[in-house]
């Protein structure tokens, strides 16, 4: 007779690639590797998205203002972003995911969880799917990541921070408890800024304390949120893995430091943000069955105008051309049009590869454009309209 003890555990892996953005510019620019790259807004109030690992030995870490990120790390090779481009090799690791997996929660486009309990008896034990998947991730995109191993989605992350980079963690139930007790309560899933505060000064500082903690204490301090948090020090966590709900649109909108008054520097700005968001549609395997724009005028209204494609479609010249309509429509129609932001999004329908599979073979859902992007980096191909006017087309 089983016993409750024999219940299979989960197997999850929490897969999270090492300086993604940083690590994508230094592989598709071999100039870069061995650089302090930093990934992020340029501009007068830019964050740093990424930096590469060199970068960091500066001191340079996400989400710092890049002005800081310029002082602390002079010499540092700073790259406006190419979302498009990420997007793409996002959608290539997350191929891999489901290789080991149906079971795959995004998390954002370079961290995921996938449950591979169902997988064991095919693909072997959950440390052996890591390295597979570490190896496959490395073969196929030359990209390095860090996977997290445990039997639940808090141990997985957390394993995974321990990890990086480079590297693969397992943590077993029965380290669970004292592995993580040395850890900042920070680190603790649903602890954000104002809870830790609020622990710390009742002097809780590790997940160690927690775990120490009495229930009148946590109770005291945070309501009956305070056992949940309890449990989760010690390693327990029972929630599913959530696989992604099929996205609905993609897009991309721009807001501006100074509100564009031409119709001409507007267009010049759509065709740049509709070859954004076509390229991510394209590497989604979709097609737009809806175009929209949104238009923000000052001081701050916004409208949106949208069409129908019939029959749907994922080529940048078309989407622009549907696009611009409505925009010449909207501009015409306006007493002293301007344009604080400016939003393209397309609604999506059914993915390419199943309407492909009808006739047996799946097609490159790339587009030549994209391949040449791909291979020569974001910007290798762009249309002349989104080019500054002096390189643009007249008229
Ligand atoms: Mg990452």
Sequence with gaps: MPSPDDQPQRAILHVDMDAFYAAVEQRDDPQLRGLPVIVGGTGRRGVVATASYEARRFGVGSAMPTAQARERCPDGIFLPPRMARYAEVSAQIFCIFREFSPEVEGLSLDEAFIDVSASRKLLGTPMAMAQALKEKIRQRCQLACTVGVASNKLLAKLASGLGKPDGIRQITADQASAVIAVLPIQQLWTVGERTAERLQAAG??????????????????????????????????????????????????????????????????????????????????????????????????????????????????????CARELLETWWAAQRRPALRLLGVSFELVGAQTQQADLFGAKPTSLSLEDQINARFGQGGLVHARGLPAKFGPKG
């Design 204 to 321: 809780i500082h590790r997940i160690g304390d927690l775990q120490q903690a009495s229930a009148t204490t946590l109770h005291r301090l945070l309501g009956p949120r305070g056992e949940s948090l309890r449990r989760l020090a010690l390693g327990l966590d029972e929630r599913p893995v959530v696989v992604d709900r099929e996205e609905k649109s993609i897009g991309a909108e721009e807001t501006f430091e100074r509100d564009l008054s031409s119709l001409d520097q507007a267009l010049t700005m759509l065709m740049r943000l509709t070859e954004k968001a076509a390229a991510r549609l394209r590497a989604s395997d979709h097609l737009a069955a809806v175009v929209q724009l949104k238009l923000r005028k000052p001081p701050f209204v916004t409208q949106t105008r949208q069409r129908q494609l019939k029959p749907p479609l994922a080529d940048t010249a078309l989407l622009y051309a």
